[in-house]
C-alpha cells in the first residue's frame, strides 16, 4: 500500500514539474501556457492594432488596411439640437492651403490652391464659444478649469504651462522652435486655423480636440497672453478700445472729405 501511495505521489509530482517546465518558453515574451487566454487577449478587433504582424506572423494583406477607418470627408456627426452647439460643431469653413499636402500630409483631401492664402482670410473669423459670464462663478470657474485641463493635455508638453515654448519636448531638445505666443501676431480665427490644421512643425489637432474644444483652447490662450481676459474689467476697456478706433475712422474720413472738398 506505502509503495502505491509512493508511486502515486512521485507521479503527480512528476506530472506538476512537466506542467510547469512545459509552461515556459525560450522566447521572453512568451507568457506560456495561459489558463482562459482570452481574459489576457480580446478576440474582437481592435483598433489602431497591427493585425499584419501578429505573433511572429505576418500577413502582407493586413499591414497596408486601416483597423480604425475614418469617416470620409464632409461627414457630420450628430450633436444634437442646440442650435448653438451645433453652429460650433459644423465643418470649417476655411481649407487647408495647398502646401499642406506635402508639409503635413493632407494627401486625398480637398485644398485650398496657392493663389488663396486661408489662414489669411481666417484673420477676420471670431470666437463663436461665448464665455459663462463672471457674476456665474461656477460655471466661470468650471469653464476655466476645462480649458486649463486641455490645454495641460494637448498643448503644454511643447508650450509650457504659461505659453512661453518651454514645454518638456523643448527641454529636453526633442522640438526646437517654439515659440512663446507674446511673440505670435495670431488673431483668435488664426490660433483657430493654427491647431485644426498645423502649422509649422506643429501637426493638426483636429483629430485628437473637437472644434469646441479648439475655440476652448483659444480663450485659453488668450488668457494667457492677458491675466485680465474675460473679466469685465477686460470687457470694458475693448469696448473702450473699439469705440476709440470707431472714432479714429469717422474723424479720418471727415479729413478725407474736407481734402477733397479743398481740391
Same mark, same amino acid.
Given at each position: @500500500?506505502?509503495?502505491?501511495?509512493?508511486?502515486i505521489? *512521485? !507521479?503527480?509530482?512528476?506530472? /506538476?514539474?512537466? +506542467?510547469?517546465?512545459? &509552461?515556459?518558453?525560450?522566447d521572453?515574451?512568451?507568457?506560456? $501556457?495561459?489558463?482562459?487566454?482570452?481574459m489576457?487577449? &480580446?478576440?474582437?478587433?481592435?483598433?489602431?492594432?497591427?493585425?499584419?504582424?501578429i505573433?511572429?506572423?505576418?500577413?502582407?494583406? !493586413?499591414?497596408?488596411?486601416? &483597423?480604425?477607418?475614418?469617416?470620409?470627408? %464632409?461627414?457630420i456627426?450628430?450633436?444634437?439640437?442646440?442650435?448653438?452647439? /451645433?453652429? !460650433?460643431? +459644423?465643418?470649417?469653413k476655411?481649407?487647408?492651403?495647398?502646401?499642406?499636402r506635402?508639409?503635413?500630409? @493632407?494627401?486625398?483631401?480637398?485644398?485650398?490652391?496657392?493663389s488663396? #492664402?486661408?489662414?489669411? +482670410?481666417?484673420?477676420?473669423?471670431? #470666437?463663436?464659444?461665448?464665455?459663462?459670464?463672471?457674476?456665474?462663478s $461656477?460655471?466661470?470657474?468650471?469653464?476655466?478649469k %476645462?480649458a486649463?485641463k486641455?490645454f495641460?493635455?494637448?498643448?503644454a508638453?511643447?508650450?509650457?504651462?504659461?505659453?512661453?515654448?518651454?514645454?518638456?519636448?523643448?527641454?529636453?531638445?526633442?522640438?526646437?522652435? /517654439?515659440?512663446?505666443y507674446?511673440?505670435?501676431?495670431?488673431?483668435?480665427?488664426? @490660433?483657430?486655423y *493654427?491647431?485644426?490644421?498645423?502649422?509649422?512643425? @506643429? %501637426? &493638426?489637432?483636429?483629430?485628437?480636440? #473637437?472644434?469646441?474644444?479648439i475655440?476652448?483652447?483659444v480663450?485659453?490662450?488668450?488668457?494667457?497672453?492677458?491675466?485680465?481676459?474675460g473679466?469685465?474689467?477686460f470687457?470694458?476697456?475693448?469696448?473702450t478700445e473699439?469705440e476709440?478706433?470707431?472714432?479714429e475712422? /469717422?474723424?479720418?474720413?471727415?479729413?478725407?472729405?474736407?481734402?477733397g472738398?479743398?481740391?
Amino acid at each position: @500500500m506505502k509503495m502505491k501511495l509512493r508511486i502515486i505521489g *512521485s !507521479l503527480a509530482i512528476a506530472a /506538476v514539474s512537466t +506542467l510547469i517546465l512545459g &509552461s515556459c518558453g525560450g522566447d521572453p515574451d512568451s507568457p506560456g $501556457l495561459e489558463y482562459m487566454p482570452d481574459m489576457y487577449r &480580446s478576440p474582437a478587433v481592435e483598433p489602431y492594432v497591427d493585425y499584419g504582424h501578429i505573433k511572429e506572423r505576418e500577413n502582407p494583406e !493586413l499591414k497596408t488596411r486601416l &483597423s480604425a477607418m475614418t469617416p470620409p470627408n %464632409g461627414t457630420i456627426p450628430y450633436y444634437g439640437t442646440d442650435s448653438a452647439e /451645433v453652429y !460650433l460643431m +459644423l465643418p470649417y469653413k476655411h481649407k487647408a492651403n495647398d502646401e499642406f499636402r506635402e508639409t503635413h500630409g @493632407m494627401y486625398g483631401e480637398e485644398l485650398s490652391p496657392k493663389s488663396i #492664402n486661408t489662414y489669411e +482670410l481666417a484673420a477676420t473669423d471670431k #470666437n463663436p464659444l461665448a464665455l459663462p459670464a463672471e457674476s456665474d462663478s $461656477l460655471a466661470y470657474k468650471a469653464f476655466w478649469k %476645462g480649458a486649463e485641463k486641455l490645454f495641460v493635455a494637448n498643448c503644454a508638453h511643447c508650450h509650457g504651462e504659461k505659453g512661453d515654448g518651454n514645454g518638456p519636448m523643448m527641454a529636453n531638445e526633442t522640438y526646437t522652435g /517654439v515659440p512663446d505666443y507674446k511673440n505670435v501676431a495670431a488673431t483668435e480665427g488664426q @490660433m483657430f486655423y *493654427s491647431i485644426y490644421y498645423g502649422k509649422g512643425a @506643429m %501637426g &493638426s489637432h483636429r483629430s485628437i480636440v #473637437n472644434k469646441k474644444e479648439i475655440w476652448t483652447l483659444v480663450h485659453y490662450i488668450q488668457r494667457l497672453l492677458n491675466k485680465d481676459y474675460g473679466t469685465a474689467d477686460f470687457e470694458a476697456e475693448a469696448d473702450t478700445e473699439g469705440e476709440e478706433a470707431e472714432g479714429e475712422e /469717422v474723424a479720418d474720413g471727415e479729413e478725407s472729405e474736407g481734402d477733397g472738398e479743398e481740391g
